[in-house]
C-alpha cells in the first residue's frame, strides 16, 4: 500500500509540474500579441485547460493505453507499482528542472524517455523498439515541423486574403514622455541630479505601438472579429492540450485503484491548474516574447494550426507534443514575417534533445534505486 501512496503523490508532481510548463502554451500568442494582458490570458488558458482534461475521458481512450506503456515493455513489468513510480517521478523532475529555467519541453516527451529508461533496467532486451518508433517517436518528431509547414503557409494565404478584401493594417503615433537625468556639477564640486522630461514620438507598426487593422469584414469590424476569434483560438488550444495531456498522466495511476478513471481525471484536472496558476510566468515569457515577434492576425494563425493538429492527433491516439507544435507554428510564422528568433530557437531545440535522455536517464536510476529498497 505504502508504495502505492508514494505513486499517487509522484503523479500528483507531475501532473502539477505539467500545468506550470504546459498551461500557458495555448494563450502565448494572446499574450505575445498583446490582445490580452498575463493575468486574463491565464485565466482563460486554466479554464479551458481544466475543462478539456475532464473531456479526455470521454474522447482519449487511445492515448490512456498508450501511456500505460503496454505494448512497449512486458505487462507484468507495465503493471508494477515500482515501474509506474519510476517514470512519473522521473518525468516530474525532468518538467520542472525545465520550468525552473524557462524552457517550453513536452512532458510527452518526458514521459516516453522516461518509460525507455526504467524499460530498459527492467526488462532490458525485452523493450519494444518498433512500437516505440512507430507510436511514440515518429509522431514527436515530425509534429513540430509539419506545424511549421501549415502555420507559414496558411497565415500567407490569410494575409492575402485580408489584403484582398481591403482589410489593412494600421499604423500608429506613440506620444508619451521619456525621463533622462543629466549630471550636473556644481561649484561645490558635488553632483546633482535632476530628471527632465521630453517627449518622445515613434512611428510604429508592431514594436513600439498597438498594431490594428482597419476595415470591416461582412459588415463587422475586422479587428473586434479577429480578437474573438483569437480568444477562441486559444482556448480552442488550451481544451486540445488538457484533452490530449491528461489521459497519459491518467495512465500512470491505473495501478493505484484508489479511485475510478473519472475521479482521477476530475483529481488531476485540478492539479494541473494550480500548477500553470502558480508556476507559468517563465514559461509565458518564452512562448510569447522570444521565440518571434507577433500581431493579432498571425498569433491567431498560430493557435488556429496549434488546436486543430492537438484535436486530430488525441482523436487517432497520437501523442504528439502540444509544445512542439505550439512553438512549431510560432516559429513558422516568424519564419514567413522574418521575425523569428533563430537563437532562442536553438536553446529550445536542445532543450527537446536533452529532455528524452535526461528522463531516462532519471528514470532508470530511480527504478533501480526502488527495487534496491525492495529486496
Known amino acids: 500500500m505504502t508504495i502505492l501512496i508514494f505513486l499517487f503523490l509522484a503523479v500528483l508532481l507531475l501532473t502539477y509540474s505539467n500545468g506550470a510548463n504546459d498551461n500557458f502554451k495555448g494563450v502565448a500568442t494572446l499574450?505575445?500579441?498583446?490582445?490580452?494582458p498575463y493575468k486574463s490570458a491565464l485565466i482563460l488558458a486554466?479554464?479551458?485547460?481544466?475543462?478539456?482534461?475532464?473531456?479526455?475521458?470521454f474522447f482519449a481512450a487511445a492515448l490512456i493505453k498508450n501511456f500505460s506503456g503496454k505494448g512497449l515493455v512486458p505487462d507484468n513489468i507495465v503493471q508494477s507499482a515500482d515501474f509506474a513510480l519510476a517514470v512519473a517521478l522521473a518525468t516530474g523532475t525532468t518538467v520542472l528542472l525545465a520550468t525552473k529555467f524557462g524552457f517550453p519541453i513536452s512532458t510527452t516527451h518526458g514521459l516516453v524517455g522516461a518509460l525507455v529508461g526504467a524499460g530498459l533496467v527492467a526488462a532490458g532486451a525485452n523493450v519494444n523498439f518498433s512500437s516505440l518508433g512507430?507510436?511514440?517517436?515518429?509522431?514527436?518528431?515530425?509534429?513540430?515541423?509539419?506545424?511549421?509547414?501549415?502555420?507559414?503557409?496558411?497565415?500567407?494565404?490569410?494575409?492575402?486574403?485580408?489584403?484582398?478584401?481591403?482589410?489593412?493594417?494600421?499604423?500608429?503615433?506613440?506620444?508619451?514622455?521619456?525621463?533622462?537625468?543629466?549630471?550636473?556639477?556644481?561649484?561645490?564640486?558635488?553632483?546633482?541630479?535632476?530628471?527632465?522630461?521630453?517627449?518622445?514620438?515613434?512611428?510604429?507598426?508592431?514594436?513600439?505601438?498597438?498594431?490594428?487593422y482597419q476595415g470591416k469584414f461582412l459588415g463587422i469590424n475586422f479587428q473586434s472579429l479577429l480578437?474573438?476569434?483569437?480568444?477562441?483560438?486559444?482556448?480552442?488550444?488550451?481544451?486540445?492540450?488538457?484533452?490530449?495531456?491528461?489521459?497519459k498522466l491518467v495512465s500512470l495511476l491505473l495501478i493505484c485503484n484508489f479511485f475510478s478513471i473519472q475521479v482521477n481525471i476530475f483529481i488531476l484536472a485540478i492539479v494541473m491548474a494550480i500548477g500553470g496558476i502558480l508556476n507559468a510566468r517563465r514559461i509565458a515569457e518564452t512562448m510569447s516574447k522570444k521565440i518571434s515577434t507577433m500581431n493579432h492576425g498571425?498569433?491567431?494563425?498560430?493557435n488556429l494550426v496549434t488546436g486543430c493538429l492537438v484535436i486530430a492527433a488525441s482523436k487517432f491516439g497520437l501523442p504528439v507534443s502540444t509544445t512542439h507544435v505550439s512553438v512549431g507554428s510560432i516559429y513558422g510564422i516568424g519564419l514567413v514575417n522574418k521575425t523569428a528568433n533563430n537563437k532562442e530557437i536553438s536553446k529550445i531545440g536542445l532543450s527537446w534533445v536533452l529532455t528524452l535522455p535526461v528522463a531516462a536517464l532519471l528514470s532508470a536510476l530511480f527504478y533501480f534505486i526502488i527495487q534496491l529498497f525492495n529486496k
Open 31 to 36: 499574450y505575445g500579441s498583446g490582445t490580452l
Open 227 to 247: 480578437n474573438t476569434l483569437h480568444y477562441i483560438s486559444a482556448g480552442v488550444v488550451s481544451f486540445a492540450r488538457g484533452l490530449n495531456d491528461t489521459p
Open 134 to 212: 512507430k507510436v511514440f517517436f515518429l509522431p514527436l518528431l515530425l509534429s513540430p515541423f509539419v506545424a511549421i509547414l501549415i502555420s507559414a503557409g496558411l497565415y500567407i494565404i490569410l494575409k492575402k486574403s485580408r489584403q484582398a478584401v481591403g482589410i489593412t493594417e494600421e499604423s500608429c503615433v506613440c506620444v508619451g514622455n521619456n525621463q533622462w537625468i543629466p549630471v550636473i556639477q556644481s561649484q561645490s564640486h558635488s553632483l546633482n541630479f535632476i530628471p527632465l522630461q521630453t517627449t518622445q514620438i515613434i512611428v510604429d507598426t508592431t514594436s513600439n505601438c498597438a498594431n490594428q
Open 298 to 302: 498571425q498569433g491567431f494563425t498560430a
Open 46 to 57: 486554466t479554464i479551458t485547460t481544466f475543462a478539456g482534461a475532464v473531456c479526455s475521458y
